[in-house]
């Protein structure tokens, strides 16, 4: 059997039994490979593809993460900057405090140590002004024994001591 290779003409395209034969093994070869290889592919892309998704929205739920960790350790650092610095300001408040404390103290101490040297060397002149008048009493009764040597009543003579005494116990020293 021979086939007949004369066909019908449109135009440019001729269409007889070898142009079928072409369609034909055309479709199969699509059909075949469609599904041998077109399925298999296009699972693989949409599995890939799925996988893809997958790993972005991972990646964009870790980053929210992040940002909300950074923004919670913002927050912290701030606190935390905000403690120390109220801490600082305490700490100079009470070292002021104990400061003036401290101050308040030797302000005390020092006048107490005032009053006690006053206390001291009013106690060391008066105890000087008693030697000096048993001193002037004991000379001066010296000098009466020898002026009484020479006559002069006792009655005077006491009068003078006492007068003399008084007049001393009465002046004052100069530092």
Known sequence: MILATEGVRFGLVELNWNMLFQLTNTLVMFLFLRKLLFKPVTEFIKKRQDEIDATISEAEQKNQESESLRSQLNQKMAKA????????????????????????????????????????????????????????????ILAASKVVERDIDEGAHRAYIQQFIDGVGDSKWQN
């Open 81 to 140: 900057e905000e403690e120390g610095r109220h801490i600082i300001r305490e700490a100079a408040i009470r070292a002021e405090a104990r400061a003036e404390e401290i101050i308040k103290e030797a302000e005390a101490e020092i006048h107490h140590l005032k009053t006690t040297a006053k206390q001291e060397m009013d106690q060391e002149r008066q105890k000087a002004l008693n030697a000096l008048k048993d001193e002037i009493a004991h000379l001066t």
